[in-house]
């Protein structure tokens, strides 16, 4: 007799690992797009950011977190800061003070 519930569980157990492995990819090539000056400009750091999400990659639960708090509250700003050069006129970067 097979338990129809166990392959249930080991599908729905793939997909959850899948999904997390996709958000791992995302946010890190998201990290190493944007320019550094971007993370300086948002008072974040990139170095900080690659370093968390290559350690969450050793404890998913919580790099599952530290992926969706990357992608959801930290890259819109960096990213905002990354364009801004190209609504302002400024091809090569914000201006050095």
Same mark, same amino acid.
């Given at each position: 007799? /097979?338990?129809?519930? /166990?392959? /249930?569980?080991?599908?729905? &157990? &793939?997909?959850? #690992? +899948?999904?997390?492995?996709? !958000? +791992?990819? *995302? &946010?890190?090539?998201?990290? !190493?797009? @944007?320019? &550094? *000056?971007?993370? #300086?400009?948002?008072?974040?750091?990139?170095?900080? *950011?690659?370093?968390?999400?290559?350690?969450? $990659? +050793?404890? =998913?639960?919580?790099?599952?977190?530290?992926? $969706? *708090?990357? !992608?959801? !509250?930290?890259?819109?700003?960096?990213?905002? @800061?990354?364009?801004?050069?190209?609504?302002?006129?400024?091809?090569?970067? =914000?201006? @050095?003070?």
């Amino acid at each position: 007799m /097979t338990d129809v519930g /166990t392959g /249930t569980t080991v599908a729905g &157990a &793939a997909m959850l #690992e +899948f999904f997390t492995l996709f !958000l +791992f990819v *995302w &946010a890190f090539v998201s990290v !190493l797009k @944007q320019p &550094a *000056w971007a993370y #300086e400009q948002a008072n974040r750091s990139k170095s900080l *950011w690659v370093l968390l999400l290559v350690l969450g $990659l +050793f404890v =998913p639960c919580i790099g599952l977190g530290l992926c $969706l *708090w990357y !992608l959801f !509250l930290v890259n819109p700003g960096v990213r905002a @800061q990354a364009h801004l050069d190209q609504r302002i006129g400024f091809p090569g970067g =914000p201006p @050095q003070y």
